[in-house]
């Protein structure tokens, strides 16, 4: 593998996109700045379309492929099919053209996206952050990259601005998501692993999170964001202890929030193994599951 270009540069020139959900997302960002992107609402139909998608956003931002410093992925959770079709189609591009990839999680490009559509957060401002985050890094190695893109939890140790929970519906009151953290024209910090969730458990465990909290340690907004609609019983519970600071954004991914969830990973973590590279296929937990047989 040529990892020269990710050393020196990992900021460049970055081709990203997802397929994991209804939404086929593809981007090409440089320096943190999106050149060119297509969101295409395809119904998982993405086999037919990624290649040609790719292509498309490529000649648009007037980049070769061999002129390209990285891929980045969206690995799910998600639809399985997509996923796979996603990093099939990354490790493929990663091995011939010898680059760095770095996997993504999806979710959190949705919380991402889905929160800054809808508080009205820049993407550019969002990438000027990114190279403060790499200056600070390099100056502090413990900085880290707190996002949890392998779907670990990080610890959280100020307030949270906000909560930013992803939803992507799972069928049968289950839904892949997460929990963030996120402030004004930072990169949100991840609180809760990537996982599939019954909504009702996982509505009364934020609950129980907020609940804790003191009310001035509160988030002053708690978003959900994504495939909402199937979820809006099990979230309205919420309600009578958020009121008003309680959103609920329906949202689809789009190609500059993977390309800068990737472009995060390329500053702080550095490029996957392209043959151990795998999609998230995430399992409901035991307690979880066996509740759901006993309905």
């Not at 969101?39 to 002129?67: F, P, Q, T």
């Not at 609940?211 to 907004?221: H, I, K, Q, Y």
């Not at 008003?244 to 390329?266: M, N």
Request: glycine share 10%; aromatic share 6%; net charge negative.
């Amino acid at each position: 593998m040529n990892h020269l270009k990710h050393e020196k540069r990992p900021l460049q020139r970055l081709l990203a996109f997802d397929t994991s959900t209804s939404s086929l997302a593809v981007a090409v960002m440089e320096n943190g700045k999106l050149l060119a992107e297509t969101n295409i609402h395809a119904e998982r139909n993405h086999s037919a379309y990624l290649v040609s998608a790719i292509g498309d956003v490529l000649a648009a931002a007037g980049i070769a492929k061999a002129e390209l410093d990285g891929i980045a992925v969206g690995m799910g959770p998600g639809s399985y099919t997509g996923a796979r079709i996603a990093v099939t189609t990354a490790k493929t591009l990663a091995w011939s053209l010898r680059l760095p990839v770095f996997g993504v999680s999806s979710l959190e490009a949705i919380a991402l996206g889905g929160w800054a559509r809808s508080a009205g957060q820049d993407a550019a401002e969002l990438g000027r952050a990114l190279s403060d985050l790499a200056e600070a890094a390099k100056s502090d190695p413990a900085t880290g990259d707190r996002s949890g893109t392998d779907g670990a939890a990080a610890e959280a140790n100020r307030p949270a601005g906000h909560w930013i929970i992803p939803l992507v519906d799972a069928r049968r009151g289950q839904a892949y998501t997460a929990l963030f953290a996120a402030e004004a024209g930072r990169m949100p910090e991840r609180l809760e692993p990537d996982g599939i969730r019954l909504m009702a458990s996982w509505t009364e465990q934020l609950a129980g999170l907020l609940n804790s909290l003191a009310p001035e340690d509160r988030p002053s907004g708690v978003w959900f964001v994504g495939e909402t609609a199937q979820h809006e019983p099990p979230v309205e519970a919420l309600r009578p202890i958020l009121g008003e600071a309680l959103h609920l954004i329906p949202y689809e991914l789009e190609g500059i929030w993977i390309g800068l969830a990737g472009a995060r990973r390329a500053l702080l973590r550095g490029g996957d193994d392209v043959h151990a590279l795998e999609p998230n296929y995430t399992q409901l937990a035991e307690a979880e599951a066996k509740r759901l047989r006993e309905r």
